[in-house]
């Protein structure tokens, strides 16, 4: 709408402003009755020196057009009301034509790369992780509507001294059985028992620091058990990724980096950027503390790795962008990298971004999956799924796949409750309000679509004849909001903030709760085809919107 109304005034006014500038001055009235779009002619008025009035009266009358129904004049403003018929029409008519293709921008031919989850090994898969995981996957989702190729990269904890503390206490208190069955929760029992004792005993850590030695040197034992670790810490991942229904391009972690540092930290060294510090290897950064590269053993830290990764993937994939979907406790780190980077003289630094985000908090307190009150995820997942079988067997006792669309709405209300506030936001984990069928939910959402699909079943539609419009007025608000599915899809890669997509689902779902609240949608009369196509449309952009955020739409709960 707005670009066709820019289009009208850049003709009526003989190209004196470009479309974009005059998009860039179309508002949007704050009440209804000062129509659906307004043009202040102030700048107009300084190049004419004219009195804005004067203009905006000899503007509006020139305009004349089938999309417009009325202009009036208002101080210096032109007012557009638009032809409600003519925008509906031609608003339904690129949905039904376009389907799921619905605001998705042609390839661009460019590239972005998404670290994101990145859980380590051997190590409770935590709410931060969670977080990353349904945030990253998202932005993916949306990269890729926005028309970029995405390369969707697991960057896994599978390095670093602790392997060698771990290899230490399986070979004292280990037991291979009990790791095999419960995998994390044994090795991650190691790990707190190997704490506790080596507050005793500082003989333990030199010899965990002579197994990570070792593991470094591809000592053929410390291999194995590592490679053992990892596999079976995978394993336990990947049961999380399958009930997301997430997946990844790569799987290269940080060990995958062990033989990319060297060239790294010996190019640090010929811009004569490396200090000596204590013994460390750092560079100097002026309004940080320095960045760690190599400790007074010559081992390697989780910088180093990171800067390998940024270079290795500049190389390999050329991106656009690299996102780093992490928690904001560790925006340090990446201020730090990412600056390191820039003086070492590569422009593309700034092509580096930490995408932050904030805590998740049950009962107003950091949720925690370790220590004491070691919650799983699979857990928390599992109860979800659970609570949302409670509530659609009471609405809805006998659903065929219950199981299925139980873990439908209980996996996605988890999603949506974590996407639909700005990422930076702490959000609260309450299972009662993430799954209250009439909240701003995922469920509300997903039932707002089983109930549109109901009615499409009923009546056995199909959208075939679209020449023909009559919809009821109350229609308008989500013809205006589904008008805007583009933009919001824009908007959230531009800011990359998957919660301006969330939020758009959850108001097409109200505007058209709304409307059928209002309306007989079956009724036999002559606008049954007309509101059954807008019904259509409807759902097609709730599931499009819900599959961006991660979220499946069944048909039926
Ligand atoms: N494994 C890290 C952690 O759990 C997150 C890694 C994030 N990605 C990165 N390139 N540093 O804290």
Same mark, same amino acid.
């Given at each position: 709408?707005?670009?066709?109304v820019a289009k009208i005034l850049e003709q009526t006014i003989e190209s004196e402003l470009?479309?974009?500038?005059i ?16 043009f202040?002619?102030?700048?107009l ?6 009195? !804005?009035?004067?203009i905006?009266?000899a503007i509006g009358e020139k305009i004349k057009h !089938?999309?417009i129904?009325?202009v ?6 032109i ?22 293709? /619905? ?37 993916? *989702? ?5 028309? @970029? ?85 995978? $394993?336990?991942?990947?049961?999380? @990724? ?69 270079? @290795? ?83 809805? !006792?006998?659903?065929? *796949? ?19 506030? @700005?990422?930076?936001?702490?959000? $609260? ?10 909240? $701003?939910?995922? !469920? /509300? ?67 058209? *709760? ?44």
């Open positions: 709408m707005i670009q066709t470009t479309t974009v500038e998009t860039a001055l179309l508002e949007k009235p704050k009440h209804q009755h000062l129509g659906d779009l307004a202040p002619c102030y700048t008025a300084k190049k004419f020196k004219q009195a !804005p009035q004067q905006a009266q !089938p999309f129904q009325d009036q004049i208002v101080g210096g403003y007012n557009f009301f638009v032809n409600q018929s003519a925008v509906t029409q031609q608003v339904l008519t690129n949905i039904v034509c376009s389907k799921d293709n /619905y605001a998705q921008v042609e390839n661009n031919g460019q590239r972005i790369v998404i670290d994101f989850s990145s859980p380590n090994i051997a190590k409770p898969f935590s709410m931060g992780h969670l977080r990353s995981t349904v945030i990253g996957n998202a932005l993916a *989702n949306i990269a890729q509507k926005n028309g @970029y190729e995405v390369v969707r990269v697991n960057h896994l904890g599978d390095w670093g001294t602790q392997f060698g503390k771990l290899i230490v206490a399986y070979s004292l208190w280990g037991s291979k059985e009990s790791i095999e069955k419960a995998p994390i929760q044994e090795l991650l029992k190691l790990y707190v028992k190997f704490h506790d004792e080596a507050e005793q005993d500082e003989a333990l850590n030199v010899k965990a620091r002579a197994a990570f030695k070792a593991l470094e040197d591809q000592d053929a034992e410390a291999i194995t058990l590592w490679e053992w670790f990892k596999r079976v810490s995978l $394993e336990e991942f990947k049961g999380i @990724y399958d009930q997301l229904g997430i997946q990844f391009d790569s799987l290269e972690g940080e060990a995958f980096y062990n033989d990319k540092m060297q060239g790294v930290v010996e190019e640090l060294n010929a811009k004569q950027l490396l200090t000596v510090s204590d013994g460390a290897n750092v560079v100097e950064l002026d309004d940080m503390p320095p960045c760690l590269i190599t400790k007074q053993d010559g081992a390697t830290l989780y910088a180093t790795r990171d800067l390998a990764a940024a270079f @290795y993937r500049q190389k390999q994939y050329s991106p656009e962008k690299i996102f780093y979907v992490v928690g904001n406790e560790q925006t340090l780190h990446f201020n730090q990298f990412i600056k390191v980077i820039d003086k070492m003289g590569y422009t593309w630094a700034k092509q580096l971004q930490h995408v932050p985000f904030g805590m998740m908090l049950k009962d107003g307190k950091k949720m925690s999956t370790r220590k004491g009150r070691v919650i799983l995820l699979k857990d928390v997942l599992d109860e979800a799924v659970q609570t949302a079988k409670q509530n659609i067997q009471d609405k809805n !006792p006998a659903l065929q *796949n219950m199981e299925e669309v139980a873990h439908q709405v209980g996996v996605g209300a988890v999603i949506f409750n974590d996407l639909k506030n @700005y990422r930076l936001n702490d959000i $609260e984990f309450s299972l009662e309000q993430m799954m209250n069928f009439e909240g $701003e939910t995922g !469920p /509300y959402v997903q039932y707002t679509y089983a109930r549109i699909s109901s009615i499409l079943e009923k009546a056995n539609f199909t959208p075939s004849n679209i020449d023909l419009m009559e919809l009821e007025k109350q229609a308008w608000p989500a013809i205006l909001c589904l008008q805007d599915y583009p933009k919001a899809v824009k908007e959230a890669f531009e800011q990359v903030d998957p919660s301006i997509v969330a939020k758009y689902v959850l108001q097409l779902a109200r505007a058209f *709760n709304k409307y059928y609240g209002n309306t007989k949608i079956l009724v036999e009369d002559s606008a049954r085809e007309s509101r059954l196509l807008f019904c259509y449309c409807v759902a097609t952009i709730l599931q499009d919107g819900l599959k961006l955020l991660g979220l499946k739409s069944p048909s039926n709960m």
